[in-house]
Nanobody, 117 residues
Framework: QVQLVESGGGLVQPGGSLRLSCAAS??????????WRWYRQPPGKERELVAD???????NYADSVKGRFTISRGNAKNTVYLQMNSLKLEDTAMYYC?????????WGQGTQVTVSS
């Protein structure tokens, strides 16, 4: 079993920055990780993929965040980050971390990001 815990969310003004973290625990060190993803779900909307990073380090981003967000992995196998710059009102959402492994995909509980003036 794998547990994911996100952190780093909060209230920020437009144009500000936040860095989200996702830490995995449990049996993460004994299974193959295929990739990490960050999703978000704005109020009243469906969950959407924001960014992903594969096992080889290649990354992909939603058009709405390209050039502003950066996904990266930590030195430890069990961490991933989402650096969010130039935040906009429409970035307000619950952000979820997802890890895809050779066994299954796992989700965290989410961290709230609110962009407001």
């Amino acid at each position: 079993q794998v547990q994911l815990v996100e952190s780093g969310g909060g209230l920020v003004q437009p144009g500000g920055s936040l860095r989200l973290s996702c830490a995995a625990s449990g049996s993460i060190f004994s299974i193959n990780i295929m990739g990490w993803r960050w999703y978000r779900q704005p109020p009243g909307k469906e969950r959407e993929l924001v960014a992903d990073i594969s096992r080889d380090g290649s990354t992909n981003y939603a058009d709405s965040v390209k050039g502003r967000f950066t996904i990266s992995r930590g030195n430890a196998k069990n961490t991933v980050y989402l650096q969010m710059n130039s935040l906009k009102l429409e970035d307000t959402a619950m952000y979820y971390c997802n890890v895809v492994t050779s066994i299954a995909g796992y989700w965290g509980q989410g961290t709230q990001v609110t962009v407001s003036s």
